[in-house]
T-cell receptor, first 115, second 114 residues
Framework: AQTVTQSQPEMSVQEAETVTLSCTYD???????LFWYKQPPSRQMILVIR????KQQNATENRFSVNFQKAAKSFSLKISDSQLGDAAMYFC????????????WGAGTKLIIKP | EPEVTQTPSHQVTQMGQEVILRCVPI?????FYWYRQILGQKVEFLVS????????KSEIFDDQFSVERPDGSNFTLKIRSTKLEDSAMYFC????????????FGSGTRLTVV
């Protein structure tokens, strides 16, 4: 069974600095999707970025980028120029392809932004 | 931008009562999901729904849970006899048919069972 591990329960970063959140996963599949979701205090789940496993190029979305290492099964999220509004829980998720695209989630990392 | 709408945003219910959580998925999406998140814990898959029937469900989704799409637009989750441990945030999500499609989540319903 697939699993997703986020080893950092909490991270803090100074405003305007860069922070990297780690995520590793375990799977025997060759094709899948990986996602980072942001959950602010309102608890809404907001998609930050996604990566297709068949693509070599790392996904980027403005200040957010990933470092996808397929062989190492690693999918880290880099946030550049951190802003106060980035403070939230960040969840890494894996999307299966064999059963209606169910998402499997990591435990989350709480990101604190220091002003 | 299209949204998934969930109502109510917060519901408090007494143990043993029935609750219905409502969701309006994005209109051209074909797959619908319910997830839940107990406070401080991982997000957990409950059920997926496609073509007017359940396509997959987790062990959590036992006989006290049911889903339906009563009118072609709403997608509901019913909990027949709520327990204290059902207190959680419940998220509805929808996705396109395409494998390349992403999920869109609603803003969630916070269910508190007292």
């Amino acid at each position: 069974a697939q699993t997703v591990t986020q080893s950092q329960p909490e991270m803090s970063v100074q405003e305007a600095e860069t922070v990297t959140l780690s995520c590793t996963y375990d799977t025997s599949e060759s094709d899948y999707y990986l996602f980072w979701y942001k959950q602010p205090p309102s608890r809404q789940m907001i998609l930050v970025i996604r990566q297709e496993a068949y693509k070599q190029q790392n996904a980027t979305e403005n200040r957010f980028s990933v470092n996808f290492q397929k062989a190492a099964k690693s999918f880290s999220l880099k946030i550049s120029d951190s802003q106060l509004g980035d403070a939230a829980m960040y969840f890494c998720a894996y999307r299966r392809m064999d059963s209606n695209y169910q998402l499997i989630w990591g435990a989350g990392t709480k990101l604190i932004i220091k002003p | 931008e299209p949204e998934v709408t969930q109502t109510p945003s917060h519901q408090v219910t007494q143990m043993g009562q029935e609750v219905i959580l409502r969701c309006v998925p994005i209109s051209n999406h074909l797959y619908f999901y319910w997830y839940r998140q107990i406070l401080g814990q991982k997000v957990e898959f409950l059920v997926s729904f496609y073509n007017n029937e359940i396509s997959e469900k987790s062990e959590i989704f036992d006989d006290q849970f049911s889903v339906e799409r009563p009118d072609g637009s709403n997608f509901t989750l019913k909990i027949r006899s709520t327990k204290l441990e059902d207190s959680a945030m419940y998220f509805c999500a929808s996705s396109e048919h395409s494998l390349r499609g992403g999920y869109t989540f609603g803003s969630g319903t916070r269910l508190t069972v007292v």
